[in-house]
């Protein structure tokens, strides 16, 4: 197994020499953003576990609910651990159950009755890949195919970026199975208790993409849509907060009337601030990712669509930085409910004296961003979103947890 993995973007960590020395059969790879203030290379996926039995890849998506519990059992048999990552547990478990079971796919279902909350994982053996999904499905996991060759991803963008043909999603608790003889799938675990996370209709996910059958550009048009008829605004320009708030502004625009337009120009080398560890982070981004269009939004009224507002740093200063190129009036309205409660799911919404909207009403946060009105989109209404499609996890706006959240954080 060759194996190299760093820090930082794809295009800092590969180069086309290092790139070109890696060869096979059965690839990998592994992109995720850092939510600890601490960023180790050690817990930079996929995993290589080398063990009794051979030698296994894991790429995991999702956060465990249980992983402190298993870690610490773990520990007290004498595992070793090498990264702060709960995918480690993961893969010794599965490592484990692999001595006493025929195959590897018998050995992840064995080690999926174990392990407690959110995850899209992908194994990879020198003989077979295998993809799983929890049994809630929160996050989402797709199967496609170019030539002989089988993919899994976590978006059907890239799919389409590698020039693949989307075969299907892997439904939740499924184990899919691809080896030289073609795929298979198990499922055993497979339910009725779906649970996909709504976040990433509203954030998490590029546009372009297809989850679980529903657009997530069709779904952020109809949030806007649904924005416009409960909180409408005498304005005279709708303009969304690059990228996640654009379709949701679209939405809005469609369904009032009022034209949309473009008000920021974003810079692409700048990734998502409310993900940023550090406060300063956050601020210095957002300054340097978003510039506004003076020409557009002066001596207007606007309505600034956003995806979501998290402690309220960035859309305060988003909103200033409109009022400064010379806005009249910023209404500012939010494609998804409040932030009430953290999110265990891999999601990363913080805890609850972390969110503005824990701490304060709707109208104290309208003054604290410094917006002449404030309007969240409507939590009974989430299900519009995705088709009137009531299998989804919204704990972090309602705090009704599909799994029981951890004991500590």
């Known amino acids: 197994m060759d194996s190299y993995k760093g820090l930082g973007m794809i295009t800092e960590v590969f180069s086309e020499e290092n790139r070109d020395s890696l060869h096979g059969n059965i690839g990998l790879g592994h992109v995720r953003y850092s939510a600890a203030e601490k960023e180790s290379r050690q817990d930079v996926q996929p995993l290589v576990i080398n063990y009794i039995k051979g030698t296994l890849i894991l790429a995991n998506n999702g956060n465990l609910t249980n992983g402190r519990e298993l870690k610490e059992e773990l520990a007290r048999t004498g595992a070793i651990f090498q990264t702060e990552a709960d995918s480690e547990v993961v893969a010794y478990h599965i490592a484990r159950e692999r001595l006493n079971t025929r195959n590897a796919e018998e050995a992840v279902r064995n080690a999926m009755t174990k392990i407690h909350g959110a995850y899209s994982m992908v194994i990879a053996s020198p003989r077979k890949m295998i993809g799983a999904r929890d049994p809630f499905g929160f996050r989402p996991l797709c199967i496609g195919k170019r030539d002989n060759t089988y993919i899994f991803a976590s978006e059907t963008c890239a799919l389409d970026a590698v020039g693949a043909e989307f075969v299907r999603d892997v439904l939740p608790g499924e184990i899919v199975t691809?080896?030289?003889e073609g795929m298979s799938s198990d499922t055993t675990l497979c339910g009725n208790q779906i649970r996909k996370c709504i976040f990433e209709y509203i954030y998490f996910a590029r546009p372009d993409s297809y989850i679980d059958g529903i657009s997530v550009y069709n779904s952020r048009i109809m949030a806007g849509k649904i924005l416009a008829q409960m909180h409408p605004a005498?304005?005279?320009?709708?303009?969304?907060?690059?990228?996640?708030?654009?379709?949701?502004?679209?939405?809005?625009?469609?369904?009032?009337?009022?034209?949309?337009?473009?008000?920021?120009v974003k810079n692409g080398y700048v990734g998502r601030t409310f993900i940023k560890p550090k406060q300063s982070a956050r601020e210095s981004s957002v300054k340097i990712k978003l510039n506004v269009m003076k020409e557009v939004i002066k001596d207007k009224r606007v309505?600034?669509?956003?995806?979501s507002i998290?402690?309220?740093?960035?859309?305060?200063?988003?909103?200033?930085?409109?009022?400064?190129?010379?806005?009249?009036?910023?209404?500012?309205?939010?494609?998804?409910?409040?932030?009430?409660?953290?999110?265990?799911?891999?999601?990363?919404?913080?805890?609850?004296?972390?969110?503005?909207?824990?701490?304060?009403t709707i109208e104290q946060i309208c003054k604290l961003i410094d917006a002449d009105s404030l309007g969240f989109l409507d939590g009974e209404r989430l299900h519009e979103m995705i088709g009137g499609d009531t299998g989804y996890c919204d704990a972090c706006f309602s705090g009704n947890y599909p799994v029981e959240p951890p004991k500590e954080e």
């Open 303 to 307: 309505i600034m669509v956003d995806d």
């Open 178 to 180: 691809v080896t030289k």
């Open 310 to 360: 998290v402690r309220g740093t960035t859309s305060e200063h988003i909103v200033r930085m409109l009022k400064s190129a010379g806005a009249k009036e910023v209404h500012v309205r939010i494609s998804s409910p409040p932030f009430l409660y953290p999110c265990y799911f891999g999601t990363d919404v913080p805890s609850c004296d972390q969110l503005i909207t824990y701490n304060n």
């Open 234 to 264: 005498k304005a005279d320009i709708v303009v969304g907060v690059p990228d996640s708030g654009n379709a949701a502004a679209m939405g809005y625009a469609e369904e009032t009337g009022i034209p949309y337009g473009t008000a920021f």
